[in-house]
Antibody, heavy 120, light 111 residues
Framework: EVQLVQSGAEVKKPGESLKISCQGSGYRFTGYWIAWVRQMPGKGLEWMGI????????RYSPSFQGQVTISVDKSINTAYLQWSSLKASDTAIYYC?????????????WGQGTLVTVSS | QSVLTQPPSVSGAPGQRVTISCTGT?????????VHWYQQLPGTAPKLLIY???NRPSGVPDRFSGSKSDTSASLAITGLQAEDEADYCCQSYDSSLSGSVFGGGTKLTVL
């Protein structure tokens, strides 16, 4: 069974750093792209970026380029999303998702989401 | 402002048919990129409903169907049920942004 299990909720202060994780199981981790998606409170989904675990090839949405870093440790089947200096506007639920392909990516498997709250 | 435009809300009575539109441009849907649809129940992760414009994953009832034409796509739900009350979101790829894009989401209310 394909599963993506994300790390738990975080409460941070503005300016702090953070790294959240997404561990895949039940499939060949290096064979599928992993994407990160943001959902701000009461809002829709936003694609942040995507990584190919096999070679750490990473693509970012222009809206998130330079704001976050996506990485992977394929030895433990885990993808990461990190911030060096959080802002209150980073408060959101962050989902990881495994990407499948037609002419575009689509996301058949999702993590349960990680709630990040940034507040002073 | 989302790249793909959806109505904020739609509603229908049990048993009725509703459609949700997803309007794009020549750099995404109009460029031939596939459209995918997700259902998100309150407090849960999105669930894939339709992929590749018209395909249903295993386990998705055939009450849900997708279509695509020119620069837009639609999700149709027939035989509306109370359990269909959720947010629905479309997704595609945009060549000018070089990445995936989502619609703003549509809240379906079953009256």
């Amino acid at each position: 069974e394909v599963q993506l299990v994300q790390s738990g909720a975080e409460v941070k202060k503005p300016g702090e750093s953070l790294k959240i994780s997404c561990q895949g199981s039940g499939y060949r981790f290096t064979g599928y792209w992993i994407a990160w998606v943001r959902q701000m409170p009461g809002k829709g989904l936003e694609w942040m970026g995507i990584i190919w675990p096999g070679e750490s090839d990473t693509r970012y949405s222009p809206s998130f380029q330079g704001q976050v870093t996506i990485s992977v440790d394929k030895s433990i089947n885990t993808a990461y999303l990190q911030w060096s200096s959080l802002k209150a506007s980073d408060t959101a639920i962050y989902y990881c998702a495994r990407a499948e392909m037609t002419t575009t990516y689509y996301f058949a498997y999702w993590g349960q989401g990680t709630l990040v709250t940034v507040s002073s | 402002q989302s790249v793909l435009t959806q109505p904020p809300s739609v509603s229908g009575a049990p048993g009725q048919r509703v459609t949700i539109s997803c309007t794009g441009t020549s750099s995404n849907i109009g460029a031939g990129f596939d459209v995918h649809w997700y259902q998100q129940l309150p407090g849960t992760a999105p669930k894939l409903l339709i992929y590749g414009n018209t395909n249903r994953p295993s386990g998705v009832p055939d009450r849900f169907s997708g279509s695509k034409s020119d620069t837009s796509a639609s999700l149709a739900i027939t035989g509306l049920q109370a359990e269909d009350e959720a947010d629905y979101c479309c997704q595609s790829y945009d060549s000018s942004l070089s990445g995936s894009v989502f619609g703003g989401g549509t809240k379906l209310t079953v009256l």
